[in-house]
């Protein structure tokens, strides 16, 4: 959670162009991308191979010898390898300079042999930092772009890995690239998760005693919203786009498993709505509670300037400057002995009574 004297900074989401007129497909470097990383897994049913630090060598050498091969290149900055492996695997220009022109949005496009799925993955949950991951996949490629290190790939690398044969393994590119996928939108559930907790908490806080720290921390949790909304929303049309269309390279089974992550993105988008619906109406809760605690200190206040408006009147009048010698008009009260305290409990009763008759009316 956000502390309260603390301000949020995020990465706005900015979509890098190539110059006006520059030809389609023409690759320009951001000067802040990183260094460019190969890693290359290479897999069949019975075994599996992991080169670190891979290179070009490294992918005509091992590229035609295994059933599946998995390219991960992290970092952006060498465009002449970028350029390699899209020679390598026969990737299209335009999905090439898509993959270079990060904050693209959400999408799926289908070319003669592979497909190229773009997408956004939350890098850094605390600041709600978004990156773009580009997929390409084929027959028997899986080739994926990200702008640094940090993915949800762990679980799907962990499963390469086991020492079983098992499905990930088993079933072609395709389910590879499904897997990859899958884990990119399942990332969305923590952050997502956290955030409900914390307006959960809020709620709490502010039923209790609503402070301005608070309204801060919803608008900033509603921001939040909106941007996952923006996300996630075509991020649900690229993929029933994936399920939609029929390639020779994704196979018939493999849909029902895009299905499921289909189906992941709009529970995805019902929590996130759910939680602006709930921020909004937080929101509108916390001026109102805001509103009716400054309404209960107007009226305290107003009563109690009621119970000594009298009060002042009489003392006003039992100060004023006249000489009861001269007159016996000239408030003769001032003479008694019993002047003063007659003249506190008096006033003493006149407050009482006027909280009694406050009490009576239900105004206290």
Request: net charge negative; glycine share 4%; with cysteine.
């Amino acid at each position: 959670m956000a502390k309260a004297d603390t301000v949020r900074t995020r990465a706005p989401l900015k979509t890098r162009r190539p110059p006006v007129g520059a030809s389609p497909g023409t690759l320009i470097a951001d000067p802040a991308a990183r260094r460019s990383e190969l890693r290359l897994t290479l897999i069949s049913p019975e075994k599996f191979k992991t080169i670190d630090n891979a290179s070009i060598d490294d992918l005509n050498t091992h590229c035609d010898r295994w059933p599946v091969v998995w390219l991960d290149c992290t970092g952006l900055a060498n465009i002449p390898l970028i350029e390699e492996i899209g020679r390598i695997f026969s990737l299209h220009r335009l999905a090439l300079e898509d993959v270079v022109n990060t904050g693209q949005r959400p999408k799926v496009d289908f070319f003669e042999d592979h497909a190229f799925v773009a997408m956004r993955m939350i890098d850094d949950v605390t600041a709600h930092r978004y990156e773009q991951i580009a997929v390409f996949f084929g027959k028997n490629f899986v080739v994926t772009f990200q702008e640094r290190e940090g993915d949800p790939f762990d679980p799907v690398r962990k499963r390469v890995a086991a020492a079983m044969p098992n499905r990930l393994r088993s079933r072609g590119a395709d389910y590879l690239a499904y897997a990859l996928i899958d884990a990119i939108v399942d990332s969305y559930f923590p952050p997502i998760e956290a955030a409900s907790e914390q307006v959960d908490g809020i709620e709490d806080q502010m039923l209790n005693a609503p402070h301005k720290h608070q309204m801060r921390q919803l608008h900033e949790l509603r921001r939040d919203a909106n941007v996952l909304k923006g996300v996630l929303w075509p991020m649900r049309d690229a993929l029933a786009t994936l399920i939609r269309n029929d390639v020779p390279f994704v196979k018939a089974e493999t849909k029902i498993f895009f299905n499921d992550t289909l189906d992941h993105s709009l529970r995805l988008i019902e929590l996130v709505e759910n939680q602006r619906d709930m921020l909004t109406g937080l929101i509108e809760m916390h001026l109102s509670l805001t509103q009716a605690r400054t309404n209960d200190v107007i009226s305290y206040l107003t009563i109690v300037s009621v119970i000594f408006m009298p009060l002042t009147f009489f003392v006003g009048v039992w100060g004023m400057n006249f000489e009861p010698e001269s007159s016996p008009w000239n408030m003769p009260e001032l003479k008694s002995y019993y002047g003063y305290p007659a003249a506190l409990l008096f006033m003493l009763v006149v407050a009482f009574g006027l909280v009694a008759f406050f009490k009576w009316k239900k105004w206290l």
